[in-house]
């Protein structure tokens, strides 16, 4: 049984992790940023830094695919 409210809710929470104001380019653009510091041979000597770097690409990551699902279902 497909909630609407609940996926919406969910969605919304998830675009809240990426500024409020989800911009499919700019989500993009920015993946392509943390891919770029992920491949700096000096991004794991802070394993600090590195861990907020990785989550926010995930993050960023899941919204796009979240957003991917939504537009198919529809």
Same mark, same amino acid.
């Given at each position: 049984?497909?909630d609407?409210?609940?996926?919406? @809710?969910? *969605?919304?929470n998830?675009?809240?992790?990426?500024?409020?104001?989800?911009?499919?380019?700019?989500?993009?653009e920015?993946?392509?940023e943390?891919?770029?510091l *992920?491949?700096n041979?000096?991004?794991?000597?802070?394993?600090?830094?590195?861990?907020?770097?990785?989550?926010?690409?995930q993050?960023l990551? @899941?919204?796009?695919?979240?957003?991917? @699902?939504?537009?198919v279902?529809?």
């Amino acid at each position: 049984d497909f909630d609407f409210k609940t996926v919406t @809710q969910d *969605i919304d929470n998830k675009l809240k992790l990426i500024g409020g104001v989800f911009e499919l380019e700019t989500a993009q653009e920015r993946i392509k940023e943390l891919d770029n510091l *992920i491949e700096n041979e000096n991004f794991w000597n802070n394993p600090e830094n590195a861990k907020l770097v990785m989550q926010e690409r995930q993050n960023l990551e @899941q919204c796009l695919n979240d957003y991917e @699902q939504l537009k198919v279902s529809f």
